[in-house]
């Protein structure tokens, strides 16, 4: 049974909001590819769209855009999602996931593309609590 942490932004704010999601909810992140659109139903975004934007396993190895399936794989990387040169020119070989969801991924990475009003309201977690 798949579990994750689904992590989601608010692009308008800048903030993120992180919710735990199992059984049936997490079905519906399952075999979808980074770029795909969720409803948001799945995290307590009722009437939202979810774009998923990126995501790791449980070791921490991201998930890569042009990497096909779920799999992990070594690439040689310039820059990018999981390697960041310090120096011109700079290679390094590293181990990714590939772009599909699947049991393996531990989080996930969203952002909102379709909202009326603020995440933060929804979820429960606005600054008038305090």
């Known amino acids: 049974m798949a579990d994750f942490t689904v992590v989601v932004a608010d692009p308008e704010d800048g903030s993120t909001y992180q919710q735990d999601v199992d059984g049936q909810d997490a079905n519906r992140f ?10 948001g139903g799945a995290v307590g975004l009722d ?22 399936g779920s799999n992990i794989k070594e690439m040689l ?3 990018g999602v999981g390697f960041e040169p310090s120096r011109d020119g700079e290679r390094k070989r590293i181990t990714v996931r590939g772009r599909k ?14 909202s009326d009003e603020g995440v933060a309201e929804i979820l429960g977690e606005s600054d008038d609590d305090e």
């Open 77 to 79: 990387l310039d820059g």
């Open 101 to 114: 969801v699947s049991d393996e991924t531990a989080q996930i990475n969203a952002k909102v593309t379709d």
């Open 30 to 39: 399952v075999g979808r590819d980074i770029g795909e659109e969720v409803d």
């Open 47 to 68: 009437g939202y769209t979810l774009e998923i934007t990126g995501g790791s396993d449980e070791t921490g190895r991201p998930m890569r855009e042009n990497v096909p």
